[in-house]
């Protein structure tokens, strides 16, 4: 199934789960009515940062919205080539791999991200509840984090509270390789 379809079809069934109607939906997320049709529907991948909003709303992660996962279970393994992929269409250009895909109620996010060259999480701020870590494999990132910029070269990390204004942006020759962890997102 197109991660397009996987994503509409989670958010149509855990809105009307949660009885929200369309606009009470966008009021809650702060996305417009028309974009969460537009997901339902099939017809377009939310951005991270729209999908983190959406995700907020219902105290879920981005992941529940993204993997075509069964069942779980108390230890996962998986090898290189092996993992939940998901690839973004928007301008970050990255493609995830969870680490974490599969394990019954995590109270963590993990992925192993490959951003494209020039790759960018938006020209605007992102911010949710949480904790985040970036660990810089290769590459070079530059993050933003409360108005402070810092350029990551690989070998670098960076931890922060995801609540504070954050955007990231891919300023290397090449492609970026990063291990990005998020602690729960919860309903504020």
């Not at 509840?129 to 990132?141: K, T, V």
């Not at 995801?162 to 942006?169: G, V």
């Amino acid at each position: 199934m197109k991660i397009k379809k996987i994503v509409g079809k989670k958010l149509k069934a855990i809105r009307l789960k949660n009885d929200m109607t369309i606009q009470e939906l966008a009021e809650r997320s702060l996305v417009s009515s028309n974009m969460i049709s537009r997901v339902e529907r099939g017809l377009t991948i939310p951005s991270v940062e729209i999908l983190m909003k959406l995700a907020i709303v219902f105290g879920k992660s981005i992941n529940y919205f993204v993997e075509e996962v069964t069942t779980t279970h108390e230890i996962v393994l998986t090898a290189p080539g092996k993992r939940d992929k998901t690839v973004y269409d928007d301008d970050s250009n990255m493609v995830t791999e969870s680490f974490t895909s599969g394990l019954r109620d995590p109270q963590f996010m993990s992925f192993y991200c490959t951003v494209a060259k020039g790759g960018t999480s938006g020209r605007r701020n992102m911010y949710h509840p949480g904790d985040e870590l970036l660990y810089l494999i290769e590459g070079r990132l530059r993050i933003t984090i409360a108005g402070e910029t810092h350029v990551l070269n690989s070998g670098d990390s960076i931890c922060f509270k995801s609540h504070l204004p954050h955007r990231w942006d891919n300023i290397g020759d090449d492609e970026a390789r990063v291990i990005w962890t998020l602690s729960p997102f919860t309903v504020i």
